[in-house]
């Protein structure tokens, strides 16, 4: 790669963490180009020879950021069980959470799920990502480790709840508790859920 290439590809990944950080604290419709550009330190039109809108940014942000989960699970040794790697990468998705890492931007309004489902990049990543989780749930629920009576979007979708689940929020502001505390407890929450094992289920 020329230093050219090089240095162009350094400047689109700070532009990607500056549109991250903007996006977790002000959300979609209060960030601008203007912000991205003064946080990357480089002048709009700079901005634009990466980005030709704010939608495309966006988009690239969020593809970006379900890219590292597939990565995330593409580095799990491939006989580890497959529950063992939902709750690691749970425990992936909520640690990138309390550092400021995770907007949940499908989650807060339909405009904006519309808008992202028209980039293709996007929509592979989400379907790649889809279809691996979904073949992780089903081997749960063949070996017994997930109820095997839900289905497998139930779960599926019960499981990237949890990733913007204002449960985290809450814990970090006013629990007292350390990150670790937070992403253990979450996980043991979402998959053991609130009744002690030693207990039977309300009928």
Known sequence: MSFKNHTFKLREEAILNATTAALVEHGFELMTMDDIASRVGISKPSLYKHFASREDLVAATMTRLIQ???DELDSYPQNMPAIDQLRNLLGWAIDIRLKGGMPFLPSTRSSIRDMLLRNQAYVLSIMNMNQRLSTLVTQCQQDGSLNPELPVLVILYSYYARTCDPTVDYLLAYSGLD??????????????????????QPT
Do not use: K
């Open 68 to 70: 590292q989960a597939i």
């Open 179 to 200: 990150h670790a505390s937070i992403r253990d407890h979450m996980i043991t929450v979402s998959f053991a859920g609130l009744i002690p094992l030693n207990r039977s």
